[in-house]
């Protein structure tokens, strides 16, 4: 009792603006005498408003971060998925496309027609006029398995989402990423069906011309992809596995936190300009390495007028840009290694800097194999892959450094 009065002579003693304290017959001992210090008064008040407002009840936390993770896993099934879809040339073979998805035809005849529908369209009339039944269906089940991955992302992420938020396991911060996350999931089916749009469209007219979609909507279609990837990789992060602090931030350990986040941007920009050269097909030009040819500069970098064509419309220029990136990543990732081994972080971090260090040299080397071996379908997609699981390790390296924001005074 005399705890509980305590507690309600501070409230009335020292009012805090936009600050919900309620008071408990189990308030700790030490916020209670806190209270009299000025300082003390609001660090114990926002204790209180912590665990209030902000946290997420301990009954709920297994089921959210498992949640998280699985549609995490998920998205990065549907980007695997794409992946193979775009190797095979998949992309274009379902020429229509419904909300809801469409049952797949059962009978010869449906698949009849469904070739059919597909023959009205440029990829057939320019260059798979020999395709036979057989080798269509292949190509249809791969992109319907990819649209159908999709619309399964959204049921995973709906109903337990649902289910969540009624029980009140989400706090404050988790409700606004998670809608946000639900805006995502709609607006990247509704860009995936506007990137295959392209590659429909009467627009190739030269017999030399190859369909395909357009670099600029794949780009950001796998974009879209990777941002919702990290949103919940980085969510299930914080709510399983909470980033660990630790007693004396230094000042190397706050550049090297600043480090890792710049590392992070810059393998999620090379991963970008991958998805250029997948877009032109920039991968069967110029296989050979370290060298374009015998040439370190290429001599049609610059071909297109006017100049900035070139960085995102000439194949060559696009490979060297993706090379001059990923050398840069495993630069920047093997500098964030060696520094960790000689800075205080948190436990975890420094697992986290070694995966991230050893995943991007196997991403470069499976680069450089894809160019190689002229870009076969089982080391593309693995190459694709990779740039997602390096991705991860340095969003997880950043989410471990969290709290090394500013050496506190």
Known sequence: MSIYFVSR???????????????????????????????????????????????????????????????????????????????TESGLSMTDWHLFGKRPPLTEGEWEKEFAQYKEFPEYKLKNMNISLQEFKFIWWMEYGHRQWGRTIGTFFLLPASYFWYKGWFNKMLKKRVFACGV????????????????????????????????????????????????????????????????????????????????????????????????????????????????????????????????TENPTTVQFDHRILGTTSLCL???????????????????????????????????ITTLLLYVPTAVAALHQSGSLLTLSFAIWLTHELKHLKKIPK
């Open 333 to 367: 990732a093997t500098a964030a290694y060696i520094w960790s081994r000689r800075v205080k972080l948190p436990p975890r971090a420094y697992t986290a800097a070694a995966a991230l260090g050893g995943m991007a040299w196997m991403q470069v080397g499976l680069g």
């Open 9 to 87: 002579l501070c409230r009335a003693a020292v009012p805090l603006r936009n600050v919900k304290v309620t008071p408990s017959r189990n308030l700790p001992l030490q916020n209670v005498r806190s209270c009299f210090g000025r300082t003390s008064v609001t660090l114990a008040a926002e204790n209180v408003q912590k665990v209030v407002v902000d946290e997420i009840p301990e009954a709920g936390r297994k089921y959210v971060g498992r949640w998280l993770f699985g549609c995490s896993g998920m998205v990065f099934g549907a980007v695997v998925l794409g992946g193979l879809t775009r190797l």
């Open 184 to 311: 995502l999931i709609g607006c990247q089916g509704l860009l995936g069906w506007y990137m295959v749009k392209s590659g429909l469209e009467d627009r190739f007219k030269e017999p030399s011309d190859v369909p395909r979609v357009s670099q600029y909507r794949l780009m950001s279609h796998l974009g879209m992809a990777f941002i919702l990837y990290s949103l919940f990789l980085w969510n299930a992060l914080g709510v399983a596995y909470p980033a660990q602090k630790i007693k004396q931030v230094t000042t190397q350990a706050v550049k090297f936190r600043r480090l890792a986040h710049i590392t992070k941007g810059w393998v999620f920009l090379t991963a970008m300009s991958g998805a250029l050269v997948a877009g032109l097909d920039a991968g069967l030009v110029y296989n050979s390495f370290p060298k374009f040819a015998d040439r370190w500069i290429p001599s049609d970098l610059l071909a297109y007028s006017p100049t900035l064509r070139n960085f």
